[in-house]
């Protein structure tokens, strides 16, 4: 019995899938990333593949994929299925990403609880942006009851990690004495370090921590670089005329 269009068009494509299975599972580690993180019009039949034959990678590539629209049309209910079968796989930046989903309604309903359960999961396995987004939870009492000792506990962890944001935060917590005794010396120095790993809010901050202490010329330096980042941030400096001054180009 001959086949219809159809069904040799599916047949063909599960040949095609097999192939490109057998051909993944060929590749190492730094292989798979290269071809499943590349161009998103060439990599989608890969990653898809991948995906739907149960790499972790593949699956959170494809989510994000789906979610975003990017080489494939945008359906973010089915990026929230991927994101938590990469989760259930033990990925914390899928337990991330499927907080993400709840906090923001992407493909569900807005579901602050959930939203904070999955943050906790990704925080507890370890991915700065988890525990960072726990943290903010745990901060506001969203999803969770309010526990500032604990959020910084989570930001001093993320901070840690490099988390740039994170260090932000933790620096005003320091500098208001939120969850903990103020400190202006950890204040200056994660505002710091979180505006030397390039955060803008905190290059502002530390901007103007030096501009009090009179170290102009340094204040300058990174109030220019928040400012070139960010327009509010360069609508607040102008409105601070003290700071404006230190901004202006040189007559």
């Known amino acids: 019995m001959s086949l219809s269009a159809e069904q040799m068009d599916r047949r063909e494509q599960a040949e095609q899938s097999f192939d490109r299975l057998r051909r993944l599972r060929h590749m190492n580690g730094a292989e798979l990333r290269t071809l499943l993180g590349g161009d998103p019009m060439e990599a989608a039949p890969w990653v898809r593949t ?4 149960g790499i972790v990678f593949g699956r959170l590539r494809w989510g994000a994929m789906l979610l ?20 259930r796989a033990g990925s914390g930046e899928a337990m991330n990403m499927v907080g993400r989903c709840f906090e923001n309604g992407w493909g569900t309903t807005i579901d602050m609880n959930r939203a904070a359960q999955w943050y906790r999961r990704s925080a507890e396995a370890g ?26 506990v989570w930001y001093r ?11 932000n935060l933790l620096a005003r917590c320091f500098e208001e004495g939120w969850g903990c005794d103020k400190n202006p ?67």
């Open 68 to 87: 975003e629209g990017t080489g494939v049309e945008r359906d973010p209910a089915l990026a929230l299925h991927w994101f938590t079968e990469a989760a």
């Open 185 to 251: 010396g950890q204040a200056a120095e994660w505002y710091r370090r979180s505006a030397e790993a390039g955060y803008f809010r905190a290059q502002f901050n530390h901007g103007c921590l030096l501009a009090d202490e009179g170290r102009t010329e340094e204040a300058a330096h990174w109030l220019r670089l928040a400012a070139d980042a960010d327009g509010s941030i360069r609508a607040e400096i102008a409105r601070r005329r003290s700071l404006a001054r230190l901004v202006q180009p040189a007559a």
């Open 157 to 167: 962890r993320a901070a840690d990690r490099g988390h740039a944001r994170a260090m």
């Open 50 to 53: 991948a995906a739907e034959h």
């Open 127 to 152: 991915h700065d942006w988890g525990e960072y987004n726990y943290a903010h939870r745990l901060f506001d009492g969203t999803g969770v009851p309010c526990d500032r000792r604990q959020a910084i």
